[in-house]
């Protein structure tokens, strides 16, 4: 039995991001998910890599929900070894209501066209500092991958990765990469219970500790509850407001010192 399926459902003469050679949108056999028909205006092509999952399909090394994933995006990784940057989305990923603009994403592509060998984020959570006017680049750690652009270098590096090591693929493989991100969130994802939810975690153990486990629950009750990303996307920007208080606080602190010098 073949694990995945692929077919192409939309070509594109005109996409926002011309340096992206195709789109492979991850989802499940079992999932009733909608898929955003904006999506499939980001590059040239998209393709849709259906999934029969891990337990209806067993794979080498696949144990749970979260590294299933990473053996889906590996195997995008085998049908793209022919191109350079490629869009992996998650089946639920959606574009931001605001961003209905060229602007933001010619940014993007610009940035695209000038630097290789990087991971790319349309909207994930971790600290940034200033990489150009718009783009920021992660520092350390970068949470989310529902919509990522994978250089070719680094999808040959993850096609060799023994999906054993790796739990969550963006803590725990795309955190090692120059990892950039657009100052303001493009491509996102609402946050209802999941089986996927039931399995993140801070390191990359098997097991979850009692204090590890705490974090994650008060983590996933803000995103939710708080931030009411649970049914609606607004709550990404403040998301990447909390991403940019790695510079921007030194930086008022900085400006206060200046002024109440010169006062």
């Known amino acids: 039995m073949d694990a995945y399926n692929i077919q192409c459902v939309a070509t594109c003469n005109e996409p926002l991001l011309k340096n992206v050679d195709a789109t492979y949108i991850l989802t499940l056999e079992s999932s009733k998910r909608v898929i955003d028909k904006n999506i499939t205006n980001l590059s ?24 299933d994933i990473v053996h889906a995006v590996q195997n995008v990784c085998i049908n793209t070894r022919h191109l350079s940057n490629v869009l ?23 940035f695209l066209s000038r630097h290789s060998g990087i991971v790319f984020s349309l909207g994930s959570f971790g600290f940034v500092i200033p990489a150009s006017c718009t783009i920021r680049k992660f520092v350390g750690f970068m949470g ?64 979850r500790g009692w204090v590890e486990g705490c974090l994650v629950r008060c983590f996933i009750f ?34 206060f010192v200046v002024m109440a010098v010169l006062m």
């Not at 574009?95 to 010619?106: A, E, G, I, L, V």
């Not at 995103?223 to 030194?250: A, D, E, K, S």
Request: aromatic share 12%; with cysteine.
């Open 44 to 67: 040239k092509v998209t393709y849709v890599q259906t999934n029969q999952g891990f337990r209806k399909c067993p794979k080498p090394g696949v144990d749970s929900s979260s590294r």
């Open 144 to 207: 989310f991958a529902q919509a990522v652009i994978y250089s070719q270098a680094v999808r040959n590096e993850l096609e060799n990765v023994n999906v054993e090591e790796v739990k969550h693929i963006d803590a725990h493989f795309l955190s090692r990469h120059p990892c950039y991100t657009h100052a303001l969130p493009l491509v996102v994802q609402k946050f209802p219970n999941t089986d996927n939810m039931k399995e993140w975690s801070i390191t990359g153990g098997a097991v």
């Open 222 to 255: 803000i995103m939710q509850n708080v931030l009411c990303l649970r049914c609606c996307t607004y709550g990404w920007f403040f998301i990447y407001l909390v991403n940019h208080l790695l510079y921007v606080i030194p930086v008022a602190f900085a400006v």
């Open 88 to 110: 992996v989305l998650e089946d639920d990923a959606e574009m931001m209501p605001t961003c209905t603009k060229r602007r933001s994403f010619s940014q993007v592509d610009s």
